[in-house]
């Protein structure tokens, strides 16, 4: 079946500090790619998507691109700030497959 | 996008008895998803739920423990039966845009089993 399998945490940064979180992924077919964010005491959100191959995802500073060859969709922002502590989910699914949610990261970033 | 509105946000129940959690979407949606979330740990799909139609169930949920109603195209409730404390999880409510897999949440009832 569909897995994602995410690096572990918890990962802590300081403020202005270059953040990736890795994301790899098996599949059949030719699923969408996701990163859910959840901030402390919320509940999950849609950070970013990619539909398809090369496709890059993108949204408050954070990207990821879809992978095919490597089948990764890693998360990265150039410069993370201390309102960026969350949790955050790699995700698969669409197109009437069930989505399927990795472990989650949880990053800490401290001033 | 969809807003969502689970209810209770937060409780604190007994060992023994069952709760239901509420979920009201803003728009009519073909499928509504509930998942369990355990401390620390990723999203787990207990069932989908079809408005007149029985709940599909997930492997390792069952229909006597988690029981869903489906009334309508915008409100759907997960009852936790028999609670124990293994059942001290947050139970998040989600739609999805249509076949795109990008899910909408509620912010989640958390639930404490003493």
């Known amino acids: 079946g569909d897995s994602v399998t995410q690096m572990e945490g918890p990962v802590t940064l300081s403020e202005e500090a270059f953040l990736t979180i890795n994301c790899t992924y098996t599949?059949?077919?030719?699923?969408?790619l996701f990163w859910y964010v959840q901030y402390p005491g919320e509940g999950l959100q849609l950070l970013l998507k990619?539909?398809?191959?090369?496709d890059k995802g993108s949204n408050k500073g954070f990207e990821a691109t879809y992978r095919k060859e490597t089948t990764s969709f890693h998360l990265e922002k150039g410069s993370v700030q201390v309102s960026d502590s969350a949790v955050y989910f790699c995700?698969?699914?669409?197109?009437?497959?069930?989505?399927?949610f990795g472990t989650g990261t949880k990053l800490q970033v401290i001033p | 996008s969809a807003v969502i509105s689970q209810k209770p946000s937060r409780d604190i129940c007994q060992r023994g008895t069952s709760l239901t959690i509420q979920c009201q979407v803003d728009?009519?949606?073909?499928?509504m998803f509930w998942y369990r979330q355990q401390p620390g740990q990723s999203l787990t799909l207990i069932a989908t739920?079809?408005?007149?139609?029985?709940?599909?169930?997930e492997s390792g949920f069952v229909i006597d423990k988690f029981p869903i109603s489906r009334p309508n195209l915008t409100f759907s409730t997960l009852t936790v039966s028999n609670m124990s404390p293994e059942d001290s999880s947050i139970y998040l409510c989600?739609?999805?845009?249509?076949?795109?897999?990008?899910?909408?949440f509620g912010e989640g009832s958390r639930l404490t089993v003493l």
């Open positions: 989600s739609v999805e845009q249509e076949n795109t897999g990008e899910l909408f």
């Open positions: 599949a059949t077919g030719y699923p969408s």
């Open positions: 990619a539909t398809k191959a090369d």
């Open positions: 995700a698969l699914g669409g197109g009437y497959q069930k989505v399927t």
């Open positions: 728009s009519q949606v073909t499928m």
């Open positions: 739920a079809n408005q007149g139609s029985e709940a599909t169930y």
